[in-house]
């Protein structure tokens, strides 16, 4: 036997709370580069935005982490005219999404993040996002 519990009501976020939200594109949060931005499913069918900087031919990782509720996240980078440039989805609930991602040209850049699932929502479905350049580690491996 399984139950589900959907909140009537529940806490937004910081950005959600500003005078506009950031449920749309026009109204995005500013991400900087190497920082974490804290964010929540709440209410069904949350669609956070954020805005962020990239220059061309440089590669970013970005990355929705899951932090606690099972929140889980879908991942579509937008050009500044609002084309669809990238996506990614996390493989599972409480699993983060991320990819490399190298833009075309260098200006701002959209992404937008939605639940993972149709119902995924809540105060503590919690997600934190990153955009920056990613620390790559080479392993040198030796075989006998």
Known sequence: EASTRIESACSEDDFDRNLSGDDSREYAAYLPLGMYQAHNLCGLGDADWVCFPGQAGVELLIAGVSVSGGAAVKLEIYSN????????????????????????????????????????????????????????????????
Do not use: C, F, H, M
């Open 81 to 144: 005219a609002g084309d669809l440039l990238a996506a990614v989805q996390a493989s599972d609930l409480g699993r983060t999404a991320a990819l490399l991602w190298t833009p075309p040209a260098t200006g701002n850049y959209y992404l937008k993040v939605t639940p993972l699932v149709e119902g995924l929502a809540g105060t503590d479905a919690r997600y934190s996002l990153w955009a920056g350049q990613p620390k790559k580690t080479y392993l040198v491996t030796i075989g006998r």
